[in-house]
């Protein structure tokens, strides 16, 4: 798989850190998936393994899933529907801008762990962290076909 080459245990670990980092200051789960090829559209994709690692379950409702096809150069960004009450489409243009500069210049770590940092800003308004926090879904990268 193109996709577990593409990216060194370090660097799934310094983008498990970054989840885990942007996580520290909001309830909300935030996931990455990363597989190589892609045969549909993007956000229809994106849905399914959102569904498939059950980010839909959270108390709040409040999931964000940054999916990558990397041979197909496609991603999409998706957040719950407890999210998007707080944030308009111009958040989720922003967070596709980031990721679209740094995988232009082939820094797909960089690229991912820039997303997540920018991703919690206003999640960590919206939902902020509890001291009563549960972290509800795994902060692993996940890897598919």
């Known amino acids: 798989m193109k996709a577990l080459r593409l990216f060194t245990p370090a660097d799934v670990s310094e983008m498990e850190q970054a989840i ?12 990455v998936h990363i597989e190589d ?3 549909v559209d993007a956000r229809d994709r994106a849905a399914f393994i959102f569904e498939k690692l059950g980010m839909h379950a959270t108390d709040a409702r ?3 899933l940054v999916y990558i096809a990397v041979e197909s150069r496609k991603f999409a960004i998706i957040g719950d529907v407890g999210i998007h009450q707080f944030v308009q ?6 967070c596709a801008e980031i ?5 232009k210049r082939a820094e797909f770590k960089a ?7 920018h991703i ?10 509890k001291n009563n926090d549960q972290n509800e879904l795994s902060d692993t990268i996940s890897f598919g076909q």
Request: a negative charge.
């Open 111 to 117: 690229g991912i762990v820039s997303v997540i940092a």
């Open 120 to 129: 919690a800003q206003p999640l960590s308004i919206h939902f902020p962290r």
């Open 37 to 39: 090829k892609l045969a």
């Open 20 to 31: 885990r980092a942007a996580e520290s200051s909001t309830s909300a789960e935030i996931r």
């Open 89 to 94: 489409d111009a958040y989720w243009e922003s």
């Open 99 to 103: 990721l679209t500069e740094h995988f």
């Open 62 to 64: 409040n999931g964000v």
